[in-house]
């Protein structure tokens, strides 16, 4: 089976045998890393029941064992006993933030994190740093139409401060054709919210446009 190549940067970044998809909706993930041999057992978790049965469906198309499907808000339902990895994909950030932050087990089951929010990353970054989740590597992802940003953290505990440039853009750089893309995204959104509001909030308009003059330095945009 293939997977779309949001997705598939998520799969890239799993390191064990047994990776637990919270809001998996049709358990395509999974059903990749298992059929792939990637990992050997897999949990498909979501809140909803009508993506549950999605994810059963694909299981069962695709010939699937080692799958487990579980109803759940986050990770609430989720035993995490030997879980390597836990992925969070294709939500807001600030769900993806709550829902880490809900349990407190996310800071104690030493699993790696692959985090893909769809909106408001500079959320998530700003609450990871906050909270002591180190992340060790981003990766942006062009489809052609949208821009993504794919993260892989784990908790140490230990909190850090990040600048506006990297709330905005985080690891991405400009070095590879998808970086570029995403850090030029970034800029264009930016942009309609300074010039959004340079007549109402003038002073935070400037303080973007500073933000985005930074970014176009470091990053060499
Ligand atoms: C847009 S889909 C993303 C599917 C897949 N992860 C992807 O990236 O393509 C979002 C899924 O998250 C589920 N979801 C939303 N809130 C959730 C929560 N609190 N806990 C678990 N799943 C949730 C939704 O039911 C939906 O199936």
């Excluded at 990992?39 to 469906?57: N, R, V, Y």
């Excluded at 993260?151 to 750089?173: A, F, H, N, P, W």
Aim: hydrophobic share 35%; aromatic share 6%.
């Amino acid at each position: 089976m293939k997977l779309d190549k949001r997705l598939l940067v998520c799969a890239e970044m799993t390191e064990g045998s047994f990776v637990c998809d919270i809001g998996t909706d049709h358990g395509y993930l999974p059903a990749y890393l298992l059929r792939s041999e990637k990992c050997t057992k897999a949990i498909a978790a979501d809140i909803g029941e009508k993506p549950l049965a999605a994810a059963k469906a694909t299981f069962e198309n695709e010939g699937i064992e080692g799958g487990q499907l579980i109803l759940s808000d986050g990770l609430k339902n989720i035993p995490l006993d030997g879980v390597t990895d836990i992925v969070i994909a294709g939500m807001g950030g600030e769900l993806i933030s709550k829902i880490i932050d809900a349990d407190e087990r996310s800071r104690t089951c030493g699993a790696n994190f692959i985090l893909q929010p769809m909106t408001r990353a500079s959320v998530l970054r700003r609450y990871l740093a906050d909270n002591g989740f180190e992340v060790t590597e981003e990766r942006a992802v062009w489809d052609g139409e949208f821009a993504y940003s794919v993260m892989k953290c784990r908790y140490t505990g230990v909190t850090y401060e990040i600048s506006d440039v990297r709330e905005q853009t985080g690891l991405t750089d400009a070095s590879y054709e998808d970086g570029r893309k995403y850090i030029e995204k970034q800029l264009e959104r930016m942009k309609k919210a300074a010039d959004g509001m340079r007549n109402s909030r003038p002073a935070e308009a400037e303080k973007i446009d500073m933000t985005m003059e930074k970014i176009r330095k470091e990053k060499g945009i």
